[in-house]
Structures are given as C-alpha cells and as structure tokens.
C-alpha cells in the first residue's frame, strides 16, 4: 500500500515508518517540523534501506496538502501529525485546538477530496480520563481534564461522526498508553524539546548528566509502592500496532477504537530499578508532591487488539530501558549535532 504517513518525522512516526516498509509498504510523510528533525527520516532510510518520499507540510494547510495527493497514488493515512504536551495545551489551548482539530478537519477534507477514506489516527489513553477501575477497555467512559485530551476526544468524535455520514469512512483510534524506548540501532529515538515532561526521557537525561535529579510525583498513591503506575509499551511493538490497524482496513471496520498497551502496569519506582539495571547508571530522586491531574494507576486491557488486530506487545520493562538508554547514550543531543 502507499501511506501517507503525517507527523512521520516524529517519535513514534519515525518508528512506524520502518515498521511499515519493512512490511512492504511506500511511504509518503508530511511533516512541517515543527517538533520534529529532518535527521530522523534521513536515520530512517537508512534503518529501512529504502528512501522517503518526505514532503515539509503544515496538514493545517489544505492547498499544500492537496499537492500531495495530487501527486502521489495513496491508499490509507496514518495520522500522527499533532501537538502533545499537556502543561503546554493548558497555556496555550487555542494553538493546540487548531493544530490538532483544525488539521485533522483539513486532513479529511482533502482526503475525501481524493477519494481516500481509510484512516489510523493517534490517540491516547489520555481519553479515558481518571478510569474508575483498571485494567481499562475501550468500552470505558471517556473524558479529558486538558486541552490536548479534549483535543483527542474531539476527533475521535469528528471521526466516527463520519463514518456515520459516510460508510466509506473507516478509522481506526489506536489509544496508545505510555510509549517508550527506541529503535534497537540506538539511531532512532524520542528527542524532546527543552526539559521532558515524561518520566522515560527525565529519567535518560538524568543518566547521561544533563539534567540532576528525577522529581517523583507522590509516593502516597493506592499502588504497590505508593508511585503512579502507568502501561509503558515499547515503541516498536506500537509501530508494529500500526501495520496491523493498516491489515485491518481491508475489511472496513468503520470507527473503531483499540488500545495499544501491554496491559501491564508498573510504578515510577519500579521503572528506575529497571533503568539502572539496564544502565549501570544509579538514578538519584526524590520524592515530590503529585502532579496535578496525575491518576493513581492506568493500564490497558488489551484483549480486543489481540482478538481483532492479531496484536500483542512483545517486549517488557528490561527491552524498554535498554533501548531508552541506548538511544540517548549514543545521541546525548538527540538529532542536534554538536555544530548546529
Ligand atoms: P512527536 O511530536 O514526536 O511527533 C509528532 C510530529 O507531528 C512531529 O514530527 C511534528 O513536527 C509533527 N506535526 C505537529 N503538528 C503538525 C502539523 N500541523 N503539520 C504537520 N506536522 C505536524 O510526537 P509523538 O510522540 O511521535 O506522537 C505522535 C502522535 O501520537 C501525536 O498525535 C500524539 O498526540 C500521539 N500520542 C503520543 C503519545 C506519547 O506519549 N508520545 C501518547 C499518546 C498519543
Ligand atoms: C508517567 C508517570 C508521573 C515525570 C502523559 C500524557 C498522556 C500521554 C502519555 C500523550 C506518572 C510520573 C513523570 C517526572 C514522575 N501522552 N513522573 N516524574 O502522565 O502517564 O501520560 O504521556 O497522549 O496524555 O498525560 O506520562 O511520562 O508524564 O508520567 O514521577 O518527572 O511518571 O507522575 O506517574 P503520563 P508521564
């Protein structure tokens, strides 16, 4: 098939890519780089030993994204092509509306316009809100305490109010739970700007030196140690949920929602033992008060994926660390060289 891979550039796009054309698919990514490196594509072409066809677009603009599918034959698009910072959506909630929503409503216009209706959107388990009881399945409540969540949920119900317009609309919601870890040649990876907000990444930075210590948000949550417990997927085996999501639009499951977790949970104290098992590196923290909007324990049932999708993550704690600290060890700066 050819993909139109948006926001390829990305952390978990740039994964997916390898992902998708070592399963034997053309890809085609729009990116406008704004929270991406044009090194990472280059890392991918490399990785899959096949060129990109890379296009630095905006999906906010529809003409320019129209070029694209004027030019190109796509079959389906995977659409990872957003912004995602919490803290960040909160100050700035118009910005992440209009990226997110705004895009995405260009996004399937200009599909439409061409005929494609296949889609495999991003979203999170950030949807789920504060659950009432974990494991959680996609047929829980949904709900968002923040504007990036709230910008999910609109578009998965943007989405599946088109399917209901349109039949021809199939889109898939993969939720994804926490994602971590890198690809294996340490040559692809997660490359935050500024201080990370996420644990993995805190914590790869306080190993290489960069940053001093890791804040631990409550040590007095109803978990088996008192820290939040969170599902940590390997990136790699959520790249491999999207080839699946992609399989599975050959037989036109209209909207439908899947989480992408291993459906098991483990606490911020339980991580860092497994990062400085991984490492050799000692982790120095304390313990802070929560952080706001933080849940006590979120983790996935994930027996629908399997069942539909044929989807399991395969890899545990132990490949994740490694992998996470592989990555920064050999790229303390991420995609930025040194000269830049
Ligand atoms: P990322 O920031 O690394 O990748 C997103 C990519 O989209 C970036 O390359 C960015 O430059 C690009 N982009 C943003 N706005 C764009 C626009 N208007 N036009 C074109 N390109 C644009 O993030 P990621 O971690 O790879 O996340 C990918 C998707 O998965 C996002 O939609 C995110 O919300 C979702 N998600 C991420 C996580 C996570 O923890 N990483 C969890 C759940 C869901
Ligand atoms: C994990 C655990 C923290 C940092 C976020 C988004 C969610 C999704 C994934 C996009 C929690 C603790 C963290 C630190 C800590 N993104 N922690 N010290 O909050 O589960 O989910 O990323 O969709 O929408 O909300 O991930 O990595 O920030 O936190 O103690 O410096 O680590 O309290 O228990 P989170 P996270």
Known sequence: M????????????????IELMSAGHEVIVVDNLSNSHPES??????????SVLF??????????????????????????????AVG??????????HNNVTGTLVLCEVMANYGVYDLVFSSSATVYGDPASVPINEQFPLSATNPYGRSKLMIEEILRDLHVSDHRWNPILLRYFNPVGAHHSGLIGEDPNGVPNNLMPYITQVAIGKLKQ????????????GSGVRDY??????????VKALEKLSENPGAVAYNLGTGRGYSVLEVISAFERASSKTIPHQFVDRRPGDVASCYADTS????E???????????MTRDSWNWQNKNPNGFVFESE
């Open 88 to 97: 960040e959506s909160v100050a700035q909630p118009g910005r992440y509306y």
């Open 304 to 307: 629908f994926a399997l069942q």
């Open 2 to 17: 050819n993909v139109l891979v948006t926001g390829g550039a990305g952390y978990i796009g740039s994964h997916t890519c």
């Open 214 to 225: 890791l804040s631990v948000y409550g040590n007095d949550y109803d978990t088996v140690d």
């Open 41 to 50: 594509l280059k890392r991918v072409e490399v990785l899959a030993g096949k």
């Open 55 to 84: 296009y630095e677009v905006d999906i906010c603009d529809a003409d320019a994204l129209s070029a694209v599918f004027e030019t190109n034959t796509i079959d389906a698009v995977i659409h990872f092509a957003g912004l995602k």
């Open 233 to 242: 997927i390997h990136v790699v085996d959520l790249a491999q949920g999207h």
């Open 309 to 319: 999708l044929g989807w399991k993550a395969s890899k545990g704690i132990d490949e």
